[in-house]
């Protein structure tokens, strides 16, 4: 297939494009590659995926302008992303996530291309709910200005449905963590943290939950994905997906785990955030039985594979 991956040069579409790659298909990446995070591992990342059935064109999603027009589907990765950005970054939540989506979507429309991807967030959940999070039954009510740019593709992609002839695919993804990942993340920060002896700045005390999800569990989810909408005869239809670990871990012992397994003692600096979720807690069940989905990777095991490669990546 052709494939068009927006966000190429991001974290989950760096090893996505790797992977479609080693099966055979021809990728076209798109990135701004903007300066929310460190630009050398995005165009190491970049560089790694160069190659005869990939090419890489760096623009604004806002303004694509390709001349391919014969794609089998479209993958929207690209976004500003994070909770928590400065006060003079949160414009790209609107600029990126809402208007860059509706550019994308119009895109699609213009070329043809029926068959669309795109990633949500756990973020679009509200956290009230101790049950796990469903994608037919929690109820919607993000905390940040991110969870509500994400909430407000999922409508759109709604409303894109029910006036043409598509069928679209979000997945809303649990805390993606491991090799390559982003610095902004807490594991990655707080491991550059411990290995420099910096002041960690941690979050109501550690005291909240995420289903991290390691990246080869949620490419395992993405290709299952893929193989949905391609089959699928259901146009006009919008399904959403679940794609986490089942399996939440809480702050603090993420940052204990970091401390052992680093043989280093953290600086912890304490303060409150009321635009973090308590807790996330992925329902897999939908995911599972349409997509084949069935995360493997447990936290200790992923973590430690991402340090090896922090290790090697900072050598």
């Not at 996505?16 to 798109?30: D, M, R, S, T």
């Not at 993606?176 to 090799?179: D, E, I, S």
């Given at each position: 297939m052709k494939i068009l991956v927006t966000g190429s040069s991001g974290f989950i579409g760096f090893h996505?494009?790797?992977?479609?790659?080693?099966?055979?298909?021809?990728?076209?990446?798109?990135d701004n590659i903007s300066n929310y995070y460190c630009l050398k591992l995005k165009k190491h990342r970049t560089a790694k995926l160069l190659s005869k059935n990939f090419r890489f064109v760096?623009?604004?999603i806002n303004h694509i302008n390709l001349e391919e027009t014969d794609f089998d589907l479209a993958i929207n990765l690209a976004?500003?992303?994070g909770v928590r950005v400065p006060k003079k970054m949160e414009h790209l939540y609107e600029h990126s996530n809402i208007q860059g989506f509706k550019s994308?979507?119009?895109?699609?429309?213009?070329?043809?291309?029926?068959?669309?991807?795109?990633?949500?967030?756990?973020?679009?959940?509200?956290?009230?709910?101790?049950?796990?999070?469903?994608?037919?039954?929690?109820?919607?009510?993000?905390?940040?200005?991110?969870?509500?740019?994400?909430?407000?593709?999922?409508?759109?992609?709604?409303?894109?449905?029910?006036?043409?002839?598509l069928s679209m695919v979000g997945l809303r993804f649990f805390s993606?963590?491991?090799?390559f990942g982003r610095p902004d993340m807490a594991y990655y920060s707080f491991t550059e943290a411990l290995k420099r002896n910096n002041v960690i700045t941690l979050n109501n005390e550690g005291n909240m939950y995420r289903d991290m999800t390691y990246i080869e569990d949620i490419i395992h989810g993405i290709l299952g994905s893929i193989k949905f909408v391609i089959d699928s005869k259901n146009v006009n239809k919008n399904e959403i997906f679940n794609l986490g670990n089942d399996c939440p871990v809480k702050t603090i012992d993420l940052l204990r785990f970091l401390e052992r397994r680093l043989n280093m003692e953290s600086i912890i600096k304490n303060i409150e955030s009321k635009n973090e979720s308590i807790r996330t807690h992925a329902d897999i069940t939908k995911a599972k039985n349409l997509l084949g989905y069935d995360p493997k990777v447990d936290f200790n095991d992923g973590i430690n594979s991402f340090l090896n490669w922090h290790d090697s990546y900072e050598a």
């Open positions: 996505l494009i790797k992977k479609l790659l080693n099966e055979g298909h021809k990728v076209i990446g798109i760096e623009c604004d976004a500003q992303a994308f979507c119009n895109f699609c429309l213009g070329h043809n291309i029926n068959k669309v991807i795109y990633a949500s967030s756990s973020s679009v959940y509200s956290d009230g709910d101790l049950n796990k999070f469903c994608e037919n039954f929690t109820n919607l009510k993000p905390k940040s200005k991110y969870g509500m740019s994400k909430l407000a593709n999922e409508r759109y992609a709604s409303r894109m449905v029910e006036n043409n002839d993606v963590y491991g090799p």
